[in-house]
């Protein structure tokens, strides 16, 4: 059954056709055949780095996860100025203290 791609997913196999057609136009590999993460990098378009952390990742048998979507929460008040929140803060101070004398 074929398998859905999202749009990075067909970026990186874009960009690995394209190094493989160099390689085929340069007649062998651009780099040597043992700099394997080198070589998965410049032809994904990805930083060494990354390929090594992911490399690390595959042979520790750990998950590969994807970095959580950032899902900003609308502040509860808005618009209130710091004299108004200073205000609000001594009124609370001054029921605390009232209740708490009796």
Same mark, same amino acid.
Request: proline share 6%.
């Given at each position: 059954? *074929?398998?859905?791609?999202? $749009? ?7 960009? @690995?056709? =394209? &190094? /493989? #057609?160099? #390689? +085929? =136009?340069?007649?062998?590999? %651009? ?5 394997? +993460?080198?070589?998965? !990098? ?6 060494? $780095?990354?390929?090594?952390?992911? $490399?690390? !990742?595959?042979?520790?048998? #750990?998950? @590969?996860?994807? *970095? $959580?979507?950032? +899902? *900003?929460? *609308?502040?509860?008040?808005? =618009?209130?100025?710091? %004299?108004?929140? =200073?205000? /609000? +803060?001594?009124?609370? &101070?001054?029921? &605390? #203290?009232?209740?708490?004398? &009796?």
């Amino acid at each position: 059954m *074929p398998k859905h791609l999202n $749009s990075t997913a067909k970026k990186l196999i874009a960009s @690995l056709i =394209d &190094y /493989i #057609e160099k #390689e +085929r =136009d340069n007649g062998g590999p %651009l780099l040597p055949l043992q700099a394997v +993460r080198e070589r998965v !990098a410049q032809a994904l378009n990805v930083n060494s $780095s990354t390929v090594s952390a992911i $490399s690390n !990742a595959v042979k520790n048998n #750990e998950l @590969l996860k994807s *970095p $959580s979507k950032y +899902r *900003p929460y *609308p502040k509860s008040v808005t =618009d209130i100025t710091h %004299l108004n929140v =200073d205000s /609000i +803060r001594n009124a609370i &101070y001054e029921i &605390y #203290e009232k209740v708490r004398r &009796y």
